[in-house]
């Protein structure tokens, strides 16, 4: 009895500690800032205390996430601002940027650009949106 109970608790521990990672730190519906990739990410972050002022998601020719890029934003104002995607692909900026945006994604060797950029990347870069799929590097 004693090993069915202790196989019970350490099922029960991994089961809790994973649905916690998954929850707290890039689950359906969980928080930080590997969640949710390829969302739009200003529906949520557009105001308040967690407001970015744009904000994003890369991914792989292979559909896969694009960590370790660097993002640059140039705003409306001549700002220029910069961030590293992340495990997930996601990118954010929390300064106060305007748009529209100059945008350039780059691993050191290739550059990828564009001009005039709203600021929730994933509203326009995704199925059904006014770039029609998702950010992809290269």
């Known amino acids: 009895m004693g090993r069915v109970a202790a196989a019970f608790s350490v099922v029960a521990v991994t ?4 649905l916690g990672l998954g929850c707290g730190d890039g689950g359906e519906g969980g928080s930080g800032p590997t969640m949710r990739p ?6 949520c972050h557009g105001g ?9 998601t890369v991914f792989g020719a292979d559909g896969t996430a694009a960590p370790g890029l660097t993002v640059t934003l140039v705003d409306s104002l001549a700002t220029q601002a910069s961030a590293t995607t992340n495990s997930a692909g996601n990118f954010f900026f929390e300064e106060s940027l305007t748009p529209p945006f ?10 990828v650009s564009m001009p005039d950029a709203a600021a929730a990347c994933n509203s326009c ?5 006014a770039a029609q799929a998702a950010i992809v590097f290269p």
Request: aromatic letters at 2%.
């Open 15 to 18: 089961a809790v500690v994973l």
């Open 38 to 43: 390829g969302e739009d990410c200003l529906a």
């Open 48 to 56: 308040g205390e967690a407001a970015f002022s744009a904000a994003g």
């Open 102 to 111: 100059q945008v350039a994604i780059t691993d050191g060797t290739t550059t």
């Open 125 to 129: 870069h995704r199925a059904g949106g």
